[in-house]
Nanobody
Framework: VQLQASGGGLVQAGGSLRLSCATS?????VGWFRQAPGKEREGVSC????????YYTDSVKGRFTVSRDSAKNIVYLQMNDLKPEDAAVYYC???????????????????WGQGTLVTVSS
Protein backbone atom coordinates (compact mmCIF):
# COMPACT_ATOMS: atom_id res chain seq x y z
CA VAL A 1 0.00 0.00 0.00
CA GLN A 2 1.28 3.42 -0.94
CA LEU A 3 -0.23 6.74 0.01
CA GLN A 4 0.61 10.18 -1.34
CA ALA A 5 -0.90 13.23 0.35
CA SER A 6 -1.01 16.63 -1.29
CA GLY A 7 -2.93 19.88 -1.33
CA GLY A 8 -1.63 21.68 1.70
CA GLY A 9 -0.79 25.37 1.64
CA LEU A 10 -1.28 28.75 3.20
CA VAL A 11 -4.81 30.05 3.61
CA GLN A 12 -6.46 32.84 5.54
CA ALA A 13 -8.81 32.04 8.38
CA GLY A 14 -12.24 31.32 6.94
CA GLY A 15 -10.77 29.99 3.72
CA SER A 16 -10.80 26.51 2.22
CA LEU A 17 -8.37 23.86 1.09
CA ARG A 18 -8.83 20.41 -0.38
CA LEU A 19 -6.33 17.74 0.52
CA SER A 20 -5.88 14.66 -1.64
CA CYS A 21 -4.58 11.23 -0.77
CA ALA A 22 -3.66 9.09 -3.76
CA THR A 23 -3.74 5.42 -2.85
CA SER A 24 -2.54 2.17 -4.32
CA UNK A 25 -3.04 -1.36 -3.10
CA UNK A 26 -5.98 -2.85 -1.26
CA UNK A 27 -7.30 -0.70 1.53
CA UNK A 28 -10.56 -0.38 3.38
CA UNK A 29 -10.39 2.56 5.76
CA VAL A 30 -8.59 5.78 4.90
CA GLY A 31 -8.08 8.25 7.68
CA TRP A 32 -6.81 11.78 7.95
CA PHE A 33 -4.67 12.80 10.90
CA ARG A 34 -2.99 16.06 11.78
CA GLN A 35 -0.11 17.04 14.00
CA ALA A 36 0.62 20.54 15.16
CA PRO A 37 4.02 21.50 16.62
CA GLY A 38 4.41 20.17 20.13
CA LYS A 39 1.16 18.21 19.99
CA GLU A 40 0.25 14.59 19.49
CA ARG A 41 -1.03 13.32 16.16
CA GLU A 42 -4.81 13.67 16.15
CA GLY A 43 -7.37 11.72 14.15
CA VAL A 44 -9.52 14.07 12.08
CA SER A 45 -11.66 12.04 9.72
CA CYS A 46 -12.05 8.65 8.12
CA UNK A 47 -13.96 6.96 5.32
CA UNK A 48 -14.76 3.29 4.79
CA UNK A 49 -14.54 1.79 1.36
CA UNK A 50 -17.30 -0.79 1.88
CA UNK A 51 -20.14 1.66 2.50
CA UNK A 52 -18.64 5.16 2.28
CA UNK A 53 -19.48 5.75 5.90
CA UNK A 54 -17.51 8.54 7.48
CA TYR A 55 -16.24 9.73 10.82
CA TYR A 56 -15.23 13.21 11.99
CA THR A 57 -13.71 14.42 15.18
CA ASP A 58 -15.94 16.94 16.91
CA SER A 59 -13.79 19.98 16.19
CA VAL A 60 -14.18 19.65 12.41
CA LYS A 61 -17.77 18.48 12.11
CA GLY A 62 -19.72 20.71 9.76
CA ARG A 63 -16.55 22.19 8.27
CA PHE A 64 -14.61 19.22 6.85
CA THR A 65 -15.87 16.62 4.40
CA VAL A 66 -14.12 13.39 3.49
CA SER A 67 -14.93 11.68 0.23
CA ARG A 68 -13.39 9.30 -2.23
CA ASP A 69 -13.14 8.85 -5.98
CA SER A 70 -13.05 5.09 -6.39
CA ALA A 71 -12.13 5.31 -10.08
CA LYS A 72 -9.05 7.39 -9.34
CA ASN A 73 -8.24 5.80 -5.97
CA ILE A 74 -8.10 9.21 -4.35
CA VAL A 75 -9.53 10.23 -0.99
CA TYR A 76 -10.22 13.91 -0.46
CA LEU A 77 -10.53 16.05 2.62
CA GLN A 78 -12.40 19.24 1.85
CA MET A 79 -11.69 21.75 4.59
CA ASN A 80 -13.89 24.83 4.82
CA ASP A 81 -14.01 27.71 7.29
CA LEU A 82 -10.47 26.99 8.35
CA LYS A 83 -9.34 28.27 11.71
CA PRO A 84 -5.84 28.97 13.03
CA GLU A 85 -6.16 25.90 15.25
CA ASP A 86 -6.52 23.74 12.14
CA ALA A 87 -2.94 24.52 11.16
CA ALA A 88 -0.86 21.36 11.21
CA VAL A 89 0.85 18.77 9.10
CA TYR A 90 -1.90 16.55 7.73
CA TYR A 91 -1.31 12.86 7.07
CA CYS A 92 -3.41 10.26 5.35
CA UNK A 93 -3.32 6.70 6.60
CA UNK A 94 -4.93 3.45 5.51
CA UNK A 95 -5.65 -0.06 6.64
CA UNK A 96 -7.08 -3.06 4.78
CA UNK A 97 -9.08 -4.41 7.73
CA UNK A 98 -10.14 -1.44 9.81
CA UNK A 99 -13.74 -0.21 9.84
CA UNK A 100 -13.51 3.26 11.29
CA UNK A 101 -16.52 4.39 13.25
CA UNK A 102 -15.34 6.35 16.25
CA UNK A 103 -12.18 7.68 17.80
CA UNK A 104 -9.22 7.22 15.48
CA UNK A 105 -5.93 5.97 16.83
CA UNK A 106 -2.56 6.08 15.13
CA UNK A 107 -2.05 2.41 15.89
CA UNK A 108 -5.20 1.42 13.98
CA UNK A 109 -3.62 2.18 10.62
CA UNK A 110 -0.89 0.12 9.01
CA UNK A 111 0.15 2.43 6.18
CA TRP A 112 0.98 6.12 6.19
CA GLY A 113 1.66 8.77 3.62
CA GLN A 114 3.99 11.69 4.00
CA GLY A 115 2.48 14.81 5.48
CA THR A 116 1.25 17.94 3.79
CA LEU A 117 1.48 21.25 5.63
CA VAL A 118 -1.59 23.40 6.22
CA THR A 119 -0.97 26.93 7.47
CA VAL A 120 -3.86 29.17 8.48
CA SER A 121 -3.23 32.85 8.99
CA SER A 122 -5.46 34.86 11.28
Amino acid sequence: VQLQASGGGLVQAGGSLRLSCATSGFIHAVGWFRQAPGKEREGVSCINRSDDSTYYTDSVKGRFTVSRDSAKNIVYLQMNDLKPEDAAVYYCAADPDLYCSDHLSVGDFSSWGQGTLVTVSS
